[in-house]
């Protein structure tokens, strides 16, 4: 019987795997680099804004007021790019940190807009890095200094417009129906299951099974989301509790939504608002250190609604008041609300008074372009409304009618109203009216500032805490596992190296002082991978196999081992990250970034070294 002889070589790699570890470490490096440079401050000039001077000229201005300023730049839109949202802003880069409020200011009497100005940071880095489009990291509140708020939304106005609008299509109902002897109201008793509407039946003769039948009937093909039940006299209905809690999560919902779209209106970048628990949302605004504009915007509750207006004493009219307190009597049920509102600008008009033009959506212009056109020649009113807290924390609404205006000609879905006030107040409302109008009352029940000295020092102590353990380990891991010890160390600083990277090139990952701790914790758990390789090589050689052999088997055997520990951990760090919010989402990312970074580089990239260095041989198998 002949003997074939083969030769497995063991402990070696091909040519596309050290490509594919080393172009993965080089695209890496580049994109941790800007981090190492760090950010600076600067003040953003929007195209708008009016800025009648040369890059020389501001920075005259600006040194003689004592202000270093370390680059101003003109933002051009690129030949040929279809996206010139940038063109012709002017960004100030600063020297000192500390002077970007002052530089705002100074600014701000420079130019004709001063709402166009924003705070800003940029990299440091140099522009070469910047052109291949890599980015710092970006720094979550506690690192890089700014403002917290924690607003509470009241959710009782939301359920309180539904109890109305379904009183008020009771009795119509009960008129159509000619059913008399019925009262519809909303029941002032509150529990747990909401609001109530009382159906009290005056009328002995009314009280019969046909009449609770037909409104029954009615309920369920018109409003099946209520419940009703018996009582004494009549019936009573109440929201459903799967109903209710719909409903607060759609309006939640939505003023998140808004909060965006109004931070977005203030020109903060990489701000966080989320959700927090059933009725809470959490707003972070890293970079900002004058929270009061911020506040007055993301804590307003404006809306606009438009109103025909009633004869004085009208039966289904209700009373508002204008600026000067006079009665306004208006329908019960608005033209429209500040829900189509798609745009608003505020504007100088003919006579000198400020005016907001008012764009609607396809709906609302509809509404408007229908009622106008059957009330040419009649008054409209534009009531103002805003939510606000009573002593004992109780939401209330205040509704004043800004402008009572006679219908000229039909309108459309665009139009003008004025009475806003000043100019300034007219742009406030604009504001705000652009961001949305809130469908619930919110009010800022925390709020925490945190300085930029405190930022940096808690940057200073989490990297100093990263660099200290991360010196140690290097230091065990040469001692004690010596020859192979080596290998661990560089594969512990390519993981670091990939793991900034990544952080620095994953949209919306935020680094924050929780992360910094994930990060320390990821350079044990980095350098335990190899931990377990090395054990299982010594073990091996004890056994009496070769030094490549015990590699080949030894970086084998713990394979699984290492799997199931990384496994069962990132579990939990996807758990965290879901469930999580602000700094424990960061130290579930980081620690889930670094399960996957140190098992790379602990078995890929430490068996490729080793392979280079130590795995060159053969071993002879003999197959019959």
Same mark, same amino acid.
């Given at each position: 019987?002949?003997?074939?002889?083969?030769?497995?070589?063991? %402990?070696?790699?091909?040519?596309?795997?050290?490509?594919?570890?080393?172009?993965?470490?080089?695209?890496?490096?580049?994109?941790?680099?800007?981090?190492?440079?760090?950010?600076?401050?600067?003040?953003?000039?929007?195209?708008?804004?009016?800025?009648?001077?040369?890059?020389?000229?501001?920075?005259?201005?600006?040194?003689?007021?004592?202000?270093?300023?370390?680059?101003?730049?003109?933002?051009?839109?690129?030949? =040929?790019?279809?996206?010139?949202? &940038?063109?012709?802003?002017?960004?100030?880069?600063? %020297?000192?940190?500390?002077?970007?409020?002052?530089?705002?200011?100074?600014?701000?009497?420079?130019?004709?807009?001063?709402?166009?100005?924003?705070?800003?940071?940029?990299?440091?880095?140099?522009?070469?890095?910047? +052109?291949?489009?890599?980015?710092?990291?970006?720094?979550?509140?506690?690192?890089?200094? =700014?403002?917290?708020?924690?607003?509470?939304?009241?959710?009782?106005?939301?359920?309180?417009?539904?109890?109305?609008?379904?009183?008020?299509?009771?009795?119509?109902?009960?008129?159509?129906?000619?059913?008399?002897?019925?009262?519809?109201?909303?029941?002032?008793? /509150?529990?747990?299951?909401?609001?109530?509407?009382?159906?009290?039946?005056?009328?002995?003769?009314?009280?019969? +099974?046909?009449?609770?039948?037909?409104?029954?009937?009615?309920?369920?093909?018109?409003?099946?989301?209520?419940?009703?039940?018996?009582?004494? +006299? =009549?019936?009573?209905?109440?929201?459903?509790?799967?109903?209710?809690?719909?409903?607060? %999560?759609?309006?939640?919902?939505?003023?998140?939504?808004?909060?965006?779209?109004?931070?977005?209106?203030?020109?903060?970048?990489?701000?966080?608002?989320?959700?927090?628990?059933?009725?809470?949302?959490?707003?972070?605004?890293?970079?900002?250190?004058?929270?009061?504009?911020?506040?007055?915007?993301?804590?307003?509750?404006?809306?606009?609604?438009?109103?025909?207006?009633?004869?004085?004493?009208?039966?289904?009219?209700?009373?508002?008041?204008?600026?000067?307190?006079?009665?306004?009597?208006?329908?019960?049920?608005?033209?429209?609300?500040?829900?189509?509102?798609?745009?608003?600008?505020?504007?100088?008009? &003919?006579?000198?008074?400020?005016?907001?033009?008012?764009?609607?959506?396809?709906?609302?212009?509809?509404?408007?372009?229908?009622?106008?056109?059957?009330?040419?020649?009649?008054?409209?009113?534009?009531?103002?409304?805003?939510?606000?807290?009573?002593?004992?924390?109780?939401?209330?609404?205040?509704?004043?009618?800004?402008?009572?205006?006679?219908?000229?000609?039909?309108?459309?879905?665009?139009? /003008?109203?004025?009475?806003?006030?000043?100019?300034?107040?007219?742009?406030?409302?604009?504001?705000?009216? /652009?961001?949305?109008?809130?469908?619930?009352?919110?009010?800022?029940?925390?709020?925490?500032?945190?300085?930029?000295?405190?930022?940096?020092?808690?940057?200073?102590?989490?990297?100093?805490?990263?660099?200290?353990?991360?010196?140690?380990?290097?230091?065990?891991?040469?001692?004690?596992?010596?020859?192979?010890?080596?290998?661990?160390?560089?594969?512990?600083?390519?993981?670091?190296?990939?793991?900034?990277?990544?952080?620095?090139?994953?949209? =919306?990952?935020?680094?924050?002082?929780?992360?910094?701790?994930?990060?320390?914790?990821?350079?044990?758990?980095?350098?335990?991978?190899?931990?377990?390789?090395?054990?299982?090589?010594?073990?091996?050689?004890?056994?009496?196999?070769?030094?490549?052999?015990?590699?080949?088997?030894?970086?084998?055997?713990?394979?699984?081992?290492?799997?199931?520990? +990384?496994?069962?951990?990132?579990?939990?760090?996807?758990?965290?990250?879901?469930?999580?919010?602000?700094?424990?989402?960061?130290?579930?990312?980081?620690?889930?970034?670094?399960?996957?970074?140190?098992?790379?580089?602990?078995?890929?990239?430490?068996?490729?070294?080793?392979?280079?260095?130590?795995? /060159?041989?053969?071993?002879?198998?003999?197959?019959?």
């Amino acid at each position: 019987m002949d003997k074939i002889q083969s030769k497995k070589l063991l %402990n070696h790699y091909s040519a596309w795997k050290y490509i594919v570890l080393i172009v993965t470490i080089i695209v890496m490096l580049f994109s941790a680099l800007p981090t190492w440079y760090g950010e600076d401050a600067a003040v953003q000039v929007g195209a708008k804004a009016g800025l009648n001077l040369t890059p020389i000229e501001l920075r005259d201005k600006l040194m003689a007021q004592g202000v270093e300023v370390k680059r101003i730049e003109v933002k051009h839109a690129q030949h =040929g790019s279809a996206n010139n949202s &940038e063109d012709g802003q002017t960004l100030i880069v600063l %020297n000192d940190d500390s002077e970007q409020t002052l530089v705002k200011t100074l600014v701000s009497s420079m130019v004709s807009e001063p709402k166009e100005l924003t705070l800003a940071l940029v990299s440091a880095a140099p522009s070469w890095l910047q +052109n291949m489009g890599f980015e710092p990291i970006k720094l979550g509140l506690d690192l890089r200094g =700014g403002v917290q708020f924690l607003l509470d939304v009241d959710v009782q106005p939301v359920y309180q417009a539904q109890a109305d609008a379904l009183v008020e299509s009771l009795r119509q109902f009960l008129r159509e129906q000619q059913i008399r002897g019925a009262s519809v109201r909303i029941d002032s008793t /509150r529990d747990d299951a909401g609001l109530q509407i009382a159906i009290a039946f005056n009328d002995a003769a009314q009280s019969t +099974n046909n009449t609770r039948s037909t409104i029954r009937q009615f309920m369920q093909q018109s409003y099946p989301t209520w419940q009703l039940t018996n009582a004494d +006299n =009549g019936l009573v209905v109440k929201l459903a509790q799967e109903e209710q809690i719909k409903l607060r %999560n759609l309006t939640v919902q939505q003023n998140l939504q808004i909060m965006r779209s109004r931070i977005e209106e203030l020109g903060i970048t990489e701000a966080l608002v989320q959700r927090q628990g059933e009725h809470r949302i959490r707003i972070e605004l890293p970079g900002v250190q004058d929270p009061a504009a911020a506040k007055n915007v993301i804590g307003a509750t404006a809306s606009l609604a438009f109103f025909e207006v009633k004869e004085s004493g009208s039966v289904n009219a209700q009373v508002l008041k204008d600026k000067s307190g006079n009665p306004v009597y208006v329908a019960r049920t608005p033209v429209l609300g500040g829900d189509h509102i798609v745009d608003a600008r505020a504007n100088i008009g &003919e006579m000198g008074m400020a005016e907001v033009n008012i764009h609607l959506d396809r709906i609302g212009g509809q509404k408007m372009s229908e009622f106008s056109r059957a009330n040419i020649g009649k008054p409209m009113a534009t009531s103002y409304s805003e939510y606000s807290r009573d002593e004992q924390g109780k939401a209330k609404q205040t509704q004043e009618i800004i402008s009572v205006a006679t219908i000229q000609s039909q309108l459309g879905d665009r139009f /003008r109203i004025t009475g806003a006030g000043t100019y300034q107040e007219a742009q406030q409302l604009a504001l705000l009216l /652009r961001a949305g109008s809130m469908t619930a009352p919110v009010t800022i029940v925390e709020e925490r500032t945190i300085g930029p000295t405190l930022g940096a020092e808690n940057i200073q102590n989490g990297f100093a805490a990263l660099g200290l353990g991360m010196g140690i380990t290097l230091l065990f891991m040469a001692l004690w596992y010596r020859r192979l010890g080596w290998v661990a160390n560089v594969a512990l600083i390519a993981n670091m190296v990939i793991l900034f990277g990544l952080l620095a090139l994953i949209p =919306g990952a935020v680094l924050t002082l929780p992360g910094i701790a994930g990060l320390v914790l990821t350079v044990g758990m980095a350098v335990d991978t190899n931990v377990l390789i090395f054990e299982r090589i010594k073990d091996k050689l004890k056994e009496g196999r070769s030094f490549a052999m015990a590699i080949d088997t030894g970086f084998d055997s713990a394979f699984s081992t290492i799997f199931d520990a +990384n496994f069962t951990t990132m579990i939990t760090a996807v758990v965290l990250y879901s469930i999580g919010n602000g700094p424990i989402q960061g130290f579930a990312l980081t620690l889930g970034l670094g399960l996957l970074t140190s098992m790379f580089t602990g078995i890929f990239a430490s068996r490729a070294l080793i392979n280079l260095v130590y795995g /060159r041989d053969a071993r002879r198998h003999v197959r019959v």
